[in-house]
Protein backbone atom coordinates (compact mmCIF):
# COMPACT_ATOMS: atom_id res chain seq x y z
CA UNK A 1 0.00 0.00 0.00
CA UNK A 2 1.58 3.50 -0.94
CA UNK A 3 1.57 6.63 1.27
CA UNK A 4 -1.30 8.30 -0.89
CA UNK A 5 -3.36 5.38 0.45
CA UNK A 6 -2.74 5.15 3.66
CA UNK A 7 -3.49 8.71 3.36
CA UNK A 8 -6.95 8.20 1.85
CA UNK A 9 -7.23 5.48 5.24
CA UNK A 10 -6.42 7.49 7.74
CA UNK A 11 -8.77 10.44 6.47
CA UNK A 12 -11.55 7.94 6.21
CA UNK A 13 -11.67 6.24 9.50
CA UNK A 14 -10.75 9.18 11.31
CA UNK A 15 -14.38 10.34 10.26
CA UNK A 16 -15.40 7.74 12.59
CA UNK A 17 -13.36 7.34 15.54
CA UNK A 18 -9.64 8.75 16.17
CA UNK A 19 -6.37 7.01 16.14
CA UNK A 20 -6.24 7.91 20.39
CA UNK A 21 -9.51 5.74 20.84
CA UNK A 22 -8.07 3.12 18.63
CA UNK A 23 -4.67 3.27 20.86
CA UNK A 24 -6.90 2.98 23.82
CA UNK A 25 -8.09 -0.45 22.74
CA UNK A 26 -5.88 -2.03 21.52
CA UNK A 27 -4.04 -1.49 24.87
CA UNK A 28 -7.34 -2.91 26.51
CA UNK A 29 -6.85 -5.45 24.62
CA UNK A 30 -3.31 -5.95 25.52
CA UNK A 31 -3.55 -5.72 29.00
CA UNK A 32 -7.67 -6.60 29.46
CA UNK A 33 -7.42 -3.95 32.07
CA UNK A 34 -9.05 0.03 31.49
CA UNK A 35 -7.10 1.32 34.36
CA UNK A 36 -3.48 -0.54 33.18
CA UNK A 37 -4.33 1.00 29.70
CA UNK A 38 -4.58 4.38 30.91
CA UNK A 39 -1.69 3.87 32.89
CA UNK A 40 0.34 2.63 29.77
CA UNK A 41 -1.05 5.76 27.84
CA UNK A 42 -0.43 8.28 30.49
CA UNK A 43 -4.02 8.83 30.80
CA UNK A 44 -6.92 8.59 33.67
CA UNK A 45 -8.76 5.63 33.91
CA UNK A 46 -12.21 7.63 33.30
CA UNK A 47 -10.63 8.90 29.87
CA UNK A 48 -9.88 5.58 28.75
CA UNK A 49 -13.01 4.31 29.64
CA UNK A 50 -15.02 7.15 27.62
CA UNK A 51 -12.54 6.48 25.11
CA UNK A 52 -13.67 2.62 24.43
CA UNK A 53 -17.42 3.54 25.52
CA UNK A 54 -17.48 6.24 22.72
CA UNK A 55 -15.40 3.63 20.00
CA UNK A 56 -17.85 0.99 21.18
CA UNK A 57 -20.85 3.25 20.46
CA UNK A 58 -20.01 4.45 17.12
CA UNK A 59 -19.00 1.00 16.02
CA UNK A 60 -22.86 -0.12 16.81
CA UNK A 61 -21.52 -3.42 18.78
CA UNK A 62 -19.69 -3.94 22.03
CA UNK A 63 -15.59 -5.07 21.20
CA UNK A 64 -15.28 -6.66 25.07
CA UNK A 65 -17.37 -9.30 26.76
CA UNK A 66 -17.82 -8.33 30.40
CA UNK A 67 -18.42 -10.32 33.52
CA UNK A 68 -18.40 -7.81 36.43
CA UNK A 69 -14.84 -5.73 36.06
CA UNK A 70 -13.25 -8.34 33.82
CA UNK A 71 -12.82 -8.07 30.13
CA UNK A 72 -12.58 -10.29 27.47
CA UNK A 73 -11.90 -9.40 23.65
CA UNK A 74 -14.96 -10.64 21.84
CA UNK A 75 -15.46 -12.08 18.71
CA UNK A 76 -15.46 -8.60 16.86
CA UNK A 77 -13.24 -7.05 18.92
CA UNK A 78 -10.69 -9.70 17.83
CA UNK A 79 -11.31 -9.35 14.04
CA UNK A 80 -10.57 -5.22 13.86
CA UNK A 81 -7.89 -5.88 16.35
CA UNK A 82 -5.32 -6.72 13.53
CA UNK A 83 -6.69 -3.89 11.18
CA UNK A 84 -6.85 -1.20 14.54
CA UNK A 85 -2.80 -1.98 15.20
CA UNK A 86 -1.72 -1.57 11.33
CA UNK A 87 -3.31 1.20 11.20
CA UNK A 88 -1.44 2.89 14.53
CA UNK A 89 1.45 1.14 12.88
CA UNK A 90 1.28 3.23 9.53
CA UNK A 91 0.03 6.58 11.69
CA UNK A 92 3.11 6.17 13.26
CA UNK A 93 5.59 5.55 10.29
CA UNK A 94 3.58 8.23 8.92
CA UNK A 95 3.65 10.83 11.41
CA UNK A 96 7.36 10.70 10.94
CA UNK A 97 7.76 10.92 7.55
CA UNK A 98 6.08 14.40 7.85
CA UNK A 99 8.19 14.71 10.24
CA UNK A 100 10.73 14.56 7.95
CA UNK A 101 12.79 11.20 9.35
CA UNK A 102 11.94 7.60 9.38
CA UNK A 103 12.33 6.63 12.64
CA UNK A 104 10.76 3.23 13.29
CA UNK A 105 7.89 3.09 16.32
CA UNK A 106 8.42 1.48 19.65
CA UNK A 107 9.18 -2.36 19.14
CA UNK A 108 8.26 -4.89 20.94
CA UNK A 109 10.47 -7.96 21.20
CA UNK A 110 10.42 -11.19 22.86
CA UNK A 111 13.11 -14.22 23.53
CA UNK A 112 13.68 -17.40 24.90
CA UNK A 113 16.32 -17.74 27.83
CA UNK A 114 19.30 -18.71 25.48
CA UNK A 115 18.38 -15.90 23.06
CA UNK A 116 17.55 -13.32 25.47
CA UNK A 117 20.60 -13.76 27.60
CA UNK A 118 23.13 -14.40 24.96
CA UNK A 119 22.32 -13.66 21.28
CA UNK A 120 19.41 -10.88 21.87
CA UNK A 121 22.08 -8.15 23.36
CA UNK A 122 24.37 -8.33 20.26
CA UNK A 123 20.68 -7.64 17.60
CA UNK A 124 19.90 -4.92 20.13
CA UNK A 125 23.21 -3.08 20.24
CA UNK A 126 23.07 -3.26 16.24
CA UNK A 127 19.53 -1.87 15.93
CA UNK A 128 20.20 0.59 18.60
CA UNK A 129 23.36 1.98 16.78
CA UNK A 130 21.09 2.47 13.37
CA UNK A 131 18.05 4.00 15.70
CA UNK A 132 19.51 5.49 18.44
CA UNK A 133 16.60 6.98 19.38
CA UNK A 134 14.18 4.13 18.94
CA UNK A 135 12.38 2.68 21.78
CA UNK A 136 12.90 -1.11 21.72
CA UNK A 137 12.07 -3.27 25.25
CA UNK A 138 12.89 -6.98 25.65
CA UNK A 139 10.51 -9.96 27.42
CA UNK A 140 12.29 -13.59 28.20
CA UNK A 141 10.24 -16.03 28.31
CA UNK A 142 10.30 -19.97 27.07
CA UNK A 143 9.34 -21.12 23.94
CA UNK A 144 5.43 -21.15 24.55
CA UNK A 145 4.63 -18.01 26.23
CA UNK A 146 6.78 -15.55 24.05
CA UNK A 147 4.93 -17.56 21.06
CA UNK A 148 1.88 -16.53 22.68
CA UNK A 149 2.38 -13.19 23.08
CA UNK A 150 2.82 -12.98 19.52
CA UNK A 151 -0.38 -14.75 18.95
CA UNK A 152 -1.75 -12.24 21.42
CA UNK A 153 -0.56 -9.07 19.51
CA UNK A 154 1.37 -7.95 22.59
CA UNK A 155 4.74 -8.37 21.19
CA UNK A 156 5.91 -7.75 17.76
CA UNK A 157 8.42 -9.94 16.69
CA UNK A 158 10.08 -12.88 18.53
CA UNK A 159 12.87 -15.03 19.08
CA UNK A 160 12.28 -18.52 19.94
CA UNK A 161 13.84 -22.31 20.35
CA UNK A 162 10.52 -23.90 18.91
CA UNK A 163 7.62 -24.12 16.60
CA UNK A 164 4.17 -24.22 17.80
CA UNK A 165 1.08 -25.17 16.39
CA UNK A 166 -0.73 -22.28 16.34
CA UNK A 167 -1.85 -21.26 12.32
CA UNK A 168 -2.10 -17.44 13.54
CA UNK A 169 1.66 -17.73 13.77
CA UNK A 170 4.75 -17.51 11.16
CA UNK A 171 7.85 -19.22 11.38
CA UNK A 172 11.46 -18.52 10.15
CA UNK A 173 14.08 -21.02 10.65
CA UNK A 174 16.97 -19.05 11.67
CA UNK A 175 20.00 -19.92 13.75
CA UNK A 176 21.12 -23.26 13.92
CA UNK A 177 22.32 -23.94 17.78
CA UNK A 178 23.22 -26.85 19.51
CA UNK A 179 22.46 -28.84 23.33
CA UNK A 180 25.31 -30.32 25.27
CA UNK A 181 24.87 -33.41 27.52
CA UNK A 182 27.30 -31.81 30.77
CA UNK A 183 27.51 -33.54 34.84
CA UNK A 184 29.84 -31.89 37.24
CA UNK A 185 33.92 -32.61 37.57
CA UNK A 186 33.64 -35.57 40.18
CA UNK A 187 30.89 -37.40 38.21
CA UNK A 188 32.36 -41.02 37.50
CA UNK A 189 31.43 -40.10 33.89
CA UNK A 190 33.25 -36.94 33.58
CA UNK A 191 36.79 -38.72 32.39
CA UNK A 192 34.61 -40.96 29.33
CA UNK A 193 35.86 -39.82 26.14
CA UNK A 194 32.64 -40.44 24.94
CA UNK A 195 28.87 -41.54 26.59
CA UNK A 196 26.73 -44.15 25.39
CA UNK A 197 23.29 -43.54 25.85
CA UNK A 198 23.11 -46.82 28.11
CA UNK A 199 25.01 -45.00 30.39
CA UNK A 200 23.42 -41.95 30.62
CA UNK A 201 19.96 -43.96 31.02
CA UNK A 202 21.20 -44.98 34.45
CA UNK A 203 21.16 -41.46 35.53
CA UNK A 204 18.84 -39.17 36.87
CA UNK A 205 18.67 -35.75 34.69
CA UNK A 206 18.31 -32.35 35.61
CA UNK A 207 15.96 -30.51 32.95
CA UNK A 208 14.18 -27.49 31.91
CA UNK A 209 10.32 -27.54 32.00
CA UNK A 210 8.00 -28.01 29.64
CA UNK A 211 6.95 -25.00 26.97
CA UNK A 212 10.29 -24.46 26.50
CA UNK A 213 12.34 -25.07 23.53
CA UNK A 214 15.39 -26.50 24.94
CA UNK A 215 12.78 -29.01 26.82
CA UNK A 216 11.20 -29.98 23.68
CA UNK A 217 14.28 -30.57 21.73
CA UNK A 218 15.65 -32.45 24.54
CA UNK A 219 12.55 -34.51 24.50
CA UNK A 220 12.54 -35.61 20.60
CA UNK A 221 16.17 -36.84 20.86
CA UNK A 222 15.00 -39.30 23.96
CA UNK A 223 11.88 -40.61 22.63
CA UNK A 224 13.50 -43.41 21.76
CA UNK A 225 14.34 -44.13 25.32
CA UNK A 226 11.37 -42.61 26.89
CA UNK A 227 10.60 -45.55 29.25
CA UNK A 228 14.09 -45.59 30.49
CA UNK A 229 14.65 -41.74 30.94
CA UNK A 230 14.92 -40.58 34.56
CA UNK A 231 14.16 -37.16 35.01
CA UNK A 232 15.20 -36.04 38.89
CA UNK A 233 14.40 -32.54 38.40
CA UNK A 234 12.32 -30.00 36.44
CA UNK A 235 13.93 -26.39 36.79
CA UNK A 236 12.98 -22.96 34.75
CA UNK A 237 16.39 -21.48 34.90
CA UNK A 238 19.66 -22.56 33.07
CA UNK A 239 21.71 -21.39 36.02
CA UNK A 240 19.74 -23.41 38.30
CA UNK A 241 20.02 -26.32 36.40
CA UNK A 242 24.01 -25.63 36.09
CA UNK A 243 24.23 -25.27 40.14
CA UNK A 244 22.72 -28.69 40.89
CA UNK A 245 24.61 -30.85 38.36
CA UNK A 246 27.82 -29.05 39.46
CA UNK A 247 27.30 -29.36 42.97
CA UNK A 248 25.83 -32.91 42.91
CA UNK A 249 25.57 -36.16 40.73
CA UNK A 250 22.82 -35.25 37.77
CA UNK A 251 23.05 -35.36 34.22
CA UNK A 252 22.34 -31.76 32.80
CA UNK A 253 21.54 -30.91 29.06
CA UNK A 254 21.70 -27.14 28.13
CA UNK A 255 22.58 -25.24 25.16
CA UNK A 256 26.18 -25.08 24.00
CA UNK A 257 25.76 -20.85 24.49
CA UNK A 258 24.65 -21.10 27.61
CA UNK A 259 27.62 -23.74 28.70
CA UNK A 260 30.88 -22.45 27.61
CA UNK A 261 32.11 -20.07 30.82
CA UNK A 262 31.29 -23.04 33.08
CA UNK A 263 33.54 -25.12 30.72
CA UNK A 264 36.13 -23.18 30.84
CA UNK A 265 36.50 -22.73 34.73
CA UNK A 266 36.60 -26.52 34.82
CA UNK A 267 32.89 -26.06 36.86
CA UNK A 268 30.72 -28.61 34.22
CA UNK A 269 32.23 -31.01 32.25
CA UNK A 270 30.68 -32.08 28.41
CA UNK A 271 29.67 -35.24 27.68
CA UNK A 272 29.96 -36.60 24.28
CA UNK A 273 26.92 -38.79 23.45
CA UNK A 274 27.41 -39.21 19.73
CA UNK A 275 23.48 -41.71 19.83
CA UNK A 276 21.98 -38.27 20.40
CA UNK A 277 20.84 -36.05 17.67
CA UNK A 278 21.16 -32.51 19.50
CA UNK A 279 20.98 -30.04 17.20
CA UNK A 280 17.92 -27.71 16.78
CA UNK A 281 17.57 -24.80 14.86
CA UNK A 282 16.20 -21.00 16.57
CA UNK A 283 13.25 -19.25 14.48
CA UNK A 284 11.50 -15.94 14.14
CA UNK A 285 8.31 -15.94 14.95
CA UNK A 286 5.06 -12.94 13.65
CA UNK A 287 1.85 -12.75 13.51
CA UNK A 288 0.63 -13.90 9.97
CA UNK A 289 -1.66 -10.72 10.12
CA UNK A 290 0.30 -7.94 11.78
CA UNK A 291 1.71 -5.07 9.88
CA UNK A 292 5.50 -5.37 8.85
CA UNK A 293 6.75 -2.16 10.76
CA UNK A 294 9.88 -0.36 9.30
CA UNK A 295 11.19 -1.30 13.34
CA UNK A 296 10.10 -4.97 12.28
CA UNK A 297 11.55 -4.80 8.79
CA UNK A 298 15.15 -3.31 10.19
CA UNK A 299 15.51 -5.75 13.20
CA UNK A 300 14.57 -8.65 10.66
CA UNK A 301 17.60 -7.98 8.20
CA UNK A 302 19.71 -7.67 11.35
CA UNK A 303 18.66 -10.91 12.73
CA UNK A 304 19.96 -12.34 8.74
CA UNK A 305 22.91 -10.48 9.33
CA UNK A 306 24.15 -11.71 12.09
CA UNK A 307 23.33 -15.22 10.87
CA UNK A 308 25.18 -14.78 7.66
CA UNK A 309 28.21 -13.93 10.28
CA UNK A 310 27.70 -17.08 12.38
Given at each position: MGIVDTIYLLYRYVMKFSLRQLEVFANIARTLSVSAAAETLGMSQSAASTALGELERRAGQR?????????KLNETGMTILPMALELLSRAWELDGRLAGNDRPGPL????????????????????????????????VGNSEEISH????????????????????????????????????????LA????????????????????????????????????????IGIELQQMEAIKG??????????????????????????ELSVPELALMRKFYLVTHREKYRTVGMNAFAQICLGLEARS
Open positions: LFDRTGKSLRLGATVTIGNYVAPRLIERYRASYPDATITLSRIAEFDLDYGMVEGQYGDSRLHFDEWMQDELVVFCGPRHHGDVETGIEALLAEQWAVREKGSGTRQALDRAMAPYWGHWRVVEAGMLIGCLPRLALIDAFNQGRLV
